[in-house]
């Protein structure tokens, strides 16, 4: 009787145990209903939609300046399950808005869709509201053209059904926009091998196919996913047009006030700036009565800093500026103020942004290597922070560690743009460097603090090339900038997307800093290698802040022809006094003031185009020896025991508007671990002529000649040694090596600027 009651009693625990777990696993079942029918991978991307109203329609803003068109991406929702086969109509009517938001005119576009095909040949799509997976179907999409995007300023949307079956229609909105101007030949290397591969499927079909050169060198484009009313989130987090569904349906509250996103935030902690490349003049409109303060900086710092006056400008919002040449302005606020910039000239007014990983305790940033690659990590994190730089090998096994101490301060112009669209302070970015070995597979950076990474490579023997100039730098169809370095998307990157921990900080250019050297250049001789040889007359302006030396008699200064005379007799007998003048654009000439006489001097007065001398006054013309370097010809110079901080080239050519291709290498030893400086190994250079200095040989027959800026090539601290530096030049050109020291050469020597 014992075991029988034994018995019961276990049938009846089997039974309630039987009907828990069913009970649980039917709720878990339900829980993950939403869960997309394919199995989740990292490589999946969630996409934002929103739904359309019948009634109030969603507003989409945008750059009218960046944007070339517009793409509408569009998904029906359906009441049940329906026949594949079975076309189902819907419409969107959009109208094209200008700065009011008042419509310039309205269209109408009509769809026919049908449902997607849940089967693992074609890319699932899948629409997640509340948690239930809803009937989605295929995606349609149609574009606005530039031509109907002059003169508009927003997109607005409104759903207008067609069938009775469609729940309703969800939408995405992207603008194809113009990459950074600075970076359009650079930017599609940087770009995920995925996500290239991506594009170049998408950008190669139809309306928006780009030409054979864009694909060769770069694509100029990319698409940015716009939000409704210029909410964030979306515009600045990066896109791929081909995801990976689900979507998850999302609505917004425009009850909270909104930020435009492409205004310019100022307040009494944040600056902005705006580069200038060529002589413009700025417009610029205010959301409120502040004052603003606009300074001019110019980026070689031959001029001072002046403030910009501006007055009103067509429209009583609008002002504009004074005719700027070529420069950086900031505009700064003690006020919160927001300001939209364009130029004069309707060149489009770009921003940049710049994405980070928010590593944390929670989690950590991994990123995969190539080996004997080198390594470039930004961090951003608030004072006495510690992050840790792992290296790992193929297996997995830690090769290198290094610690970073990092005392953060507060950038007056970089800033994160929240959610809400209000503007954040963040930290200045501090650059690190790392050359890994050939065992290297895998990288790995942790911190117990919340901080924001960002992680660029190289191969150190990949090519560096950039054009150089002083004002305009004309781009020309043989020549592409190729950047130094290239982003790395983190192996982790879903996991940084989905916990909202990729961070878009949208950056602006600083002020040059003012940085008084106390170090000398000295001219190396090269009648050795080179031995054409001669001696210029180079005007050479001096940076606004350097302080002021006495005169050598290597300097000069121009003189009014008919004061030769009269200067001339003040000339001290003490000192050595030397005329040079030129008598046409192609022949110039030296005297010593000793060998002459006054009937010379009277012809030189009357014939003379123009006369210098080197006895008194101010004397900003520099007598410099020059050397004749061949075309393809390379020159070596060796650093067997002296290490120079840097080795500045000065070139010049005897042909006008001649750009110049410029290869610089060095062979060096590097240091190991993290260095807060990186030396690139090789740079290949195209100088265009300069207009900022002025130069002649002293020849009686052929004095012509052009300056291009001058290129500094640091030795910084991450080499240990340096063995030598080689150049070479496409052209045949006149160059002068000035060596940096820190100790000043006792032997006399021609004078020497670094400035230009």
């Known amino acids: 009787m014992q075991f029988i009651k034994r018995f019961f009693k276990l049938i009846v625990l089997l039974t309630?145990?039987?009907?828990?777990?069913?009970?649980?696993?039917?709720?878990?079942?339900?829980?993950?209903?939403?869960?997309?029918?394919?199995?989740?991978?990292?490589?999946?991307?969630?996409?934002?939609?929103?739904?359309?109203?019948?009634?109030?329609?969603?507003?989409?803003?945008?750059?009218?300046?960046?944007?070339?068109?517009?793409?509408?991406?569009?998904?029906?929702?359906?009441?049940?399950?329906?026949?594949?086969?079975?076309?189902?109509?819907?419409?969107?009517?959009?109208?094209?808005?200008?700065?009011?938001?008042?419509?310039?005119?309205?269209?109408?576009y009509h769809h026919a869709t049908k449902l997607t095909p849940a089967d693992d040949e074609h890319q699932i799509k899948q629409i997640i509201e509340q948690r239930e997976a809803l009937h989605v179907s295929s995606g349609q999409s149609f574009y606005i053209s530039s031509q109907q995007l002059e003169g508009v300023f927003s997109i607005s949307l409104r759903l207008i059904p067609e069938d009775p079956n469609v729940k309703g229609v969800v939408v995405r909105v992207h603008a194809k926009t113009i990459n950074n101007a600075q970076d359009q030949d650079s930017a599609w290397l940087k770009l995920p091998i995925e996500r290239r591969e991506r594009a170049t499927n998408y950008l190669s079909l139809g309306v928006n196919a780009l030409s054979e050169s864009e694909m060769s060198s770069a694509v100029a484009f990319k698409w940015l996913k716009l939000a409704p009313q210029g909410i964030p989130s979306i515009d600045f987090k990066s896109d791929i047009l081909y995801e990976t569904l689900p979507y998850n349906v999302v609505t917004y509250d425009f009850s909270q006030q909104q930020l435009n996103l492409d205004d310019y935030y100022t307040d009494q902690h944040l600056c902005a700036s705006i580069k200038i490349e060529q002589p413009d003049s700025l417009i610029f409109t205010q959301n409120n009565t502040a004052k603003i303060d606009l300074v001019w900086y110019d980026l070689h710092q031959f001029v001072a800093p002046k403030t910009v006056s501006f007055g009103q400008y067509e429209q009583t919002t609008q002002f504009i500026t004074e005719p700027l040449l070529p420069g950086l302005v900031t505009i700064c606020s003690t006020q919160s103020t927001l300001t939209n910039w364009s130029f004069k000239s309707m060149q489009p007014l770009l921003t940049s942004q710049d994405g980070f990983y928010k590593i944390s305790e929670t989690i950590n940033a991994r990123y995969t290597l190539e080996a004997n690659s080198d390594i470039n990590i930004e961090l951003r994190a608030p004072r006495n922070s510690q992050a840790i730089v792992v290296v790992y090998d193929i297996n997995k096994k830690e090769i290198e560690r290094f610690n970073v101490f990092y005392d953060g301060e507060t950038s007056q112009f970089d800033r994160i743009i929240l959610d809400t669209t209000q503007r954040q302070l963040t930290k200045k970015a501090k650059a690190l460097y790392l050359r890994v070995g050939e065992k290297a597979a895998s990288l790995e950076v942790i911190s117990n603090q919340p901080a924001l990474i960002r992680v660029k490579s190289r191969n150190s023997d990949f090519n560096y090339q950039r054009t150089v100039c002083h004002t305009v730098c004309e781009e020309t169809p043989d020549f592409y900038n190729i950047a130094a370095w290239y982003e790395q998307q983190a192996d982790n990157h879903y996991s940084f997307t989905d916990n909202d921990a990729y961070i878009n900080i949208r950056v602006f250019e600083e002020p040059p800093e003012v940085i008084i050297e106390d170090t000398f250049y000295q001219s190396r001789e090269l009648f050795s290698v080179l031995p054409i040889s001669n001696v210029a007359l180079i005007n050479s302006p001096k940076k606004y802040f350097a302080p002021l030396t006495e005169p050598t008699p290597f300097n000069y200064e121009k003189v009014q022809s008919h004061l030769l005379?009269?200067?001339?007799?003040?000339?001290?007998?003490?000192?050595?006094?030397?005329?040079?003048?030129?008598?046409?654009?192609?022949?110039?000439?030296?005297?010593?003031?000793?060998?002459?006489?006054f009937n010379n001097l009277t012809h030189i007065k009357t014939t003379a185009k123009a006369i210098y001398q080197n006895w008194q006054g101010p004397r900003p013309w520099i007598k410099q020896r020059l050397y004749k370097l061949a075309a393809n010809k390379t020159l070596t110079l060796n650093y067997p025991s002296l290490r120079p901080k840097s080795v500045v080239v000065k070139a010049y050519s005897s042909k006008i508007n001649q750009p110049v291709i410029l290869n610089i290498a060095q062979s060096a030893r590097y240091q190991r671990g993290l260095t807060d400086e990186y030396s690139l190994k090789s740079k290949r250079l195209r100088l265009l002529p300069s207009a900022l200095s002025d130069a002649f040989l002293i020849h009686p027959k052929d004095s012509t000649l052009y300056a291009y800026p001058a290129i500094t090539n640091q030795i910084t601290s991450d080499i240990r040694a340096i063995n030598d530096i080689t150049l070479s030049s496409d052209k045949t050109i006149w160059i002068a090596i000035l060596e940096e020291y820190e100790n000043e050469e006792q032997r006399i020597r021609w004078w020497n600027d670094e400035t230009l």
């Open 565 to 597: 005379i009269q200067t001339s007799a003040q000339a001290p007998d003490t000192i050595a006094a030397n005329i040079v003048y030129q008598e046409n654009k192609n022949s110039a000439k030296e005297i010593d003031l000793k060998d002459t006489d």
């Open 16 to 108: 309630l145990l039987i009907t828990a777990g069913f009970s649980l696993f039917s709720f878990y079942l339900w829980l993950k209903s939403a869960e997309p029918i394919t199995a989740r991978s990292d490589d999946e991307t969630r996409s934002n939609v929103q739904w359309l109203s019948t009634e109030k329609p969603l507003i989409f803003a945008y750059s009218p300046s960046r944007t070339r068109s517009i793409r509408v991406l569009s998904n029906a929702i359906f009441q049940q399950q329906l026949n594949l086969d079975t076309p189902i109509n819907y419409a969107i009517e959009y109208s094209l808005n200008d700065e009011q938001n008042k419509p310039i005119k309205t269209r109408i």
